[in-house]
């Protein structure tokens, strides 16, 4: 392995920004507002938890076939639609619920023969800490960083270059989501999704109306003081105080880190019940009134609170303002991988058009396609919710993309911290 490098300053993301600013809006089926093509992500505290789905695969070969569309959908000469045969067992370290039980479950073995295991992470950094002790053994076949983690990975020696030989399917992501700073030659990394962060509560908990980031903490120190959570992600803690004191979350500024930690270790630490990447379980449970979201499992906690009895009509989702994160989650092949040809075949698979629009259904995030407007008026007409997955020009200027930088150190110590104070 590598030795610890310098933290490396990746303000990769910017061009990405700069991409989705510039293109314009679309309209999913009736819906009014427009919704823009346009990603740390959503994570999972159970990182314990380990699911296994079917039993042993096939034999590994080098069988690939062609999906056929379904009559009445997208013509088959728009896209590519080939299926690279494997088999054996295929593990992947993740977010937590961050994909479609059916395509890590029985599709995956009846449609590429592998038998999937998939643990979850609750950040970036607990996977890089994961990978960097485990070596060349780690077990893992797929991981799932965020792109400005990418150059650090790489630097350490954690992840091996994909086989673009064996991605047949990469022509299905539209170019906004590929050549990024961060992979400039799409070496190491597939775009998986993207998206956002901002808030959920309970309307009939709270009365004042929750709009920005300071309101967010003032509400978690008052009315929801004790049933308030937080993700479980440092850049994204810190980065509500920031956000709401008009300062990029990428500061490199001592000054910012000592305001900061005073007014989020002094005065809000106190208030908060949990740090919870995947609060929308928790939500439904009656576990919290106020909560920190990503934007997919936000979507995803107005099912649950439904189907556990609950009424979803009194939760109000907010997109971050008066600025948020814009982040894009990936898919790489870690060094050692036990069983890469697997991986790249069910990467491939979820570039699929069909394949991709059921998992975004699921996880609530955009999948990065090409001709999305398409995808979603032929393949999933009837989208709840949409304005939680896609948004319009006007939100994407808000959203600020990440860096990992000189700060990374202090980030962490400031973080620690606040959890220390919490649990306190």
């Known amino acids: 392995m590598a030795s610890q490098p310098e933290p490396i300053k990746v303000l990769a993301p910017i061009g990405f920004h700069e991409k989705l600013t510039r293109r314009s809006l679309f309209q999913v089926g009736g819906a ?61 370290f993740t977010w937590g619920d961050y994909n479609d039980p059916d395509l890590v479950g029985p599709w995956a073995e009846s449609e590429l023969g592998v038998s999937m295991k998939v643990d979850y992470y609750a950040s970036n950094e607990d996977l890089i800490t994961k990978l960097s002790t485990a070596g060349d053994s780690s077990g893992f076949d797929i991981v799932v960083p965020t792109g400005t983690f990418i150059p650090q990975m790489v630097q350490k020696g954690l992840l091996q270059k994909l086989d673009m030989s064996l991605l047949p399917n990469f022509v299905n992501l539209d170019p906004l989501y590929t050549g990024n700073a961060w992979d400039p030659q799409d070496e190491y990394s597939v775009c998986k999704d993207w998206g956002s962060t901002g808030w959920m509560y309970d309307t009939t908990q709270i009365s004042k109306d929750i709009a920005t980031w300071q309101d967010f903490m ?33 500061t490199e500024k001592t000054e910012d880190y000592d305001a900061a930690e005073k007014y ?9 019940k949990a740090f919870d990447s995947y609060p929308s379980t928790a939500i439904a449970e009656g576990s919290f009134i106020l909560s920190q979201f990503f934007n997919g499992d936000a979507r995803q906690a107005f099912v649950r609170i439904k189907d556990a009895g609950g009424t979803p009509e009194n939760w109000k989702w907010v997109l971050g303002a008066p600025a948020t994160e814009l982040w894009m989650d990936t898919y790489c092949i870690p060094v050692g991988a036990p069983n890469p040809e697997a991986a790249h075949a069910w990467i491939n698979w979820l570039l699929i058009p069909e394949i991709s629009i059921k998992d975004l259904n699921y996880h609530g995030y955009n999948s990065g396609l090409k001709n999305m407007p398409q995808l979603i008026s032929e ?17 994407v200027a808000t959203m600020q993309t990440g860096a990992v930088n000189s700060a ?17």
């Not at 093509?37 to 380990?50: E, F, H, L, Q, R």
């Not at 393949?379 to 939100?395: A, T, Y």
């Open 32 to 92: 009014a507002a427009g919704l823009a093509i346009v990603a740390t992500a959503c994570g999972d505290d159970k990182k314990s938890t380990t699911t296994t789905a079917g039993s042993a695969g096939t034999t590994a070969g080098s069988d690939t076939t062609t999906a056929a569309a379904e009559p009445g959908t997208l013509a088959t000469g728009d896209w590519s639609r080939v299926i690279n045969k494997a088999g054996g067992t295929l593990s992947m």
């Open 218 to 250: 003032d509400a978690c120190m008052n009315e929801a003081s004790g049933n308030c959570s937080l993700l479980d992600s440092a850049p994204d803690v810190l980065g509500m105080y920031f956000w709401a004191n008009g300062i990029n979350w990428t």
């Open 264 to 272: 989020l270790v002094d005065e809000v630490a106190s208030h908060i």
């Open 379 to 395: 393949l999933l007409p009837d989208l709840v919710d949409g304005d939680m997955i896609f948004f319009s020009d006007e939100q």
């Open 408 to 424: 990374q150190d202090r980030i962490t110590a400031v973080y620690d911290k606040i959890k220390a104070k919490a649990a306190g």
